[in-house]
């Protein structure tokens, strides 16, 4: 099955730029996406594919996905942003999830 | 603006079969192209989807869970249900439902916490 992974955790400090990175096999050939989860709240998707934004999500949030590796860009990270962000992609009619990244602005 | 709503039983029994069902306002479950799907996230853990309904009635389900899952679909309701089976300790989650809209999920329901436990 399809795996893909993320790094536990990731810190940053305020006003600078956050680097999330989530890879699988093969990543570019598909499309991937990104959650932020906030304590007791349900997942939001901030970039769909690749690196579009929904509406409604800040131009802070950004997106790449190239070769086995891709990542969302943060610029210049607010308090407001600390959250746990999962990447997903589809691939062969299921969703797969990364395992997340806690992300701390300190 | 579409919007989902988990229901049922917040604890279960182990070897007891977990049923839930989401209902969808703001848009018809059977318009559009759109899977709909569960997804559950066990406490302090990261997302699993649990499978979808498409809104013709076909299904697909994880394969980590298929000999388990049921999920069926009610349109006159406007509404879609998960079944799991034989459930354990293990399958205590918050459980989401979401439209899928392609290869994303755009819309969730608030979630819905589920216990296992006797």
């Known amino acids: 099955s399809y795996e893909l992974t993320q790094p536990p955790s990731v810190s940053v400090s305020p006003g600078q730029t956050a680097s999330i990175i989530c890879s699988g096999d093969k990543l570019g050939d598909k499309y991937a996406c990104w959650y932020q989860q906030k304590p007791g709240q349900s997942p939001v998707l901030v970039i769909y594919?690749?690196?579009k934004r929904p509406s409604g999500i800040p131009e802070r949030f950004s997106g790449s996905n190239s070769g086995n590796t891709a990542t969302l860009t943060i610029s210049g990270t607010q308090a407001m942003d600390e959250a746990d962000y999962y990447c997903q992609a589809w691939d062969s009619s299921t969703w797969v999830f990364g395992g997340g990244t806690k992300l701390t602005v300190l | 603006q579409v919007q989902l709503q988990e229901s049922g039983p917040g604890l279960v029994k182990p070897s007891q079969t977990l049923s839930l069902t989401c209902t969808v306002s703001?848009?018809?479950?059977?318009?559009?192209?759109?899977?709909w799907s569960w997804i559950r996230q066990p406490p302090g853990k990261g997302l699993e989807w649990i499978g979808y309904i498409y809104y013709r009635g076909s299904t697909y389900y994880n394969p980590s869970l298929k000999s388990r899952v049921t999920i069926s679909v009610d349109t006159s309701k406007n509404q879609f249900s998960l079944n799991l089976s034989s459930v354990t300790a293990a399958d205590t989650a918050v459980y989401y439902c979401?439209?899928?809209?392609?290869?994303?999920?755009?819309?969730w329901g608030q979630g819905t916490l589920v216990t296992v436990s006797s």
């Open positions: 594919q690749n690196s």
């Open positions: 979401a439209r899928g809209d392609a290869e994303y999920f755009q819309h």
């Open positions: 703001g848009g018809s479950i059977s318009s559009g192209d759109y899977y």
